[in-house]
T-cell receptor, first 112, second 112 residues
């Protein structure tokens, strides 16, 4: 199985600020994914991060709010910009290995 | 529009008995289904998967059943153990494990 390290594991942020979440995979992967889990909700895909091209965003998510970087095949970042309390969620990165998806441990974000 | 639904938010089972978690989906284009287990403060962990060409897949104590005509899948855990207490998510995808669509999760509690 792939090992995915995600940091920070949690943070409490002031509204209006931005937080960048980092995700490191222990081997090269083609695609990485960013998910959000709002309180009491299911995991929702934010965007797919491809190396060498812009991320592909799902309906309801935009690059200005959630800019993503993918500088190489083992690393990606997600920034939550201009945060509001509604952004309080768990954010998870994921990568595929064969037909399985593996996840980081998640970042629990609280916006106050 | 919730394409993958887990209608039971919680389930309580006696240790040693069978746990059955259910999942329904609406999109007939889904061709791959997965179950994940999630402990608090950790990312989801892959459990078992099934392709739409099969109706059953077994791995140790875990068996997943797929009923395509009913657009329904279930996860059976037998015998249930205290360490199985977690939130279980079913997920569906097109073309392997990319772009997963998750259900809301079912919290399973195994009672000693």
């Amino acid at each position: 199985s792939a090992v995915i390290s995600q940091k920070p594991s949690r943070d409490i942020c002031q509204r209006g600020t931005s937080l960048t979440i980092q995700c490191q995979v222990d081997s090269q992967v083609t695609m990485m994914f960013w998910y959000r889990q709002q309180p009491g909700q299911s995991l929702t895909l934010i965007a797919t991060a491809n190396q060498g091209s812009e991320a592909t965003y799902e309906s309801g998510f935009v690059i200005d709010k959630f800019p993503i970087s993918r500088p190489n095949l083992t690393f990606s970042t997600l920034t939550v910009s201009n945060m509001s309390p509604e952004d309080s969620s768990i954010y998870l990165c994921s990568a595929d290995r064969d037909t399985e998806a593996f996840f980081g441990q998640g970042t629990r974000l609280t916006v106050v | 529009d919730q394409q993958v639904k887990q209608n039971s938010p919680s389930l309580s089972v006696q240790e040693g008995r069978i746990s059955i978690l259910n999942c329904d989906y609406t999109n007939s284009m889904f061709d791959y289904f997965l179950w994940y287990k999630k402990y608090p403060a950790e990312g989801p962990t892959f459990l078992i998967s099934i392709s739409s060409i099969k109706d059953k897949n077994e791995d140790g104590r875990f068996t997943v059943f797929l009923n395509k005509s009913a657009k329904h899948l279930s996860l059976h855990i037998v015998p249930s153990q205290p360490g199985d207490s977690a939130v279980y998510f079913c997920a569906a995808s097109f073309q392997g494990a990319q772009k997963l669509v998750f259900g809301q999760g079912t919290r399973l509690t195994i009672n000693p």
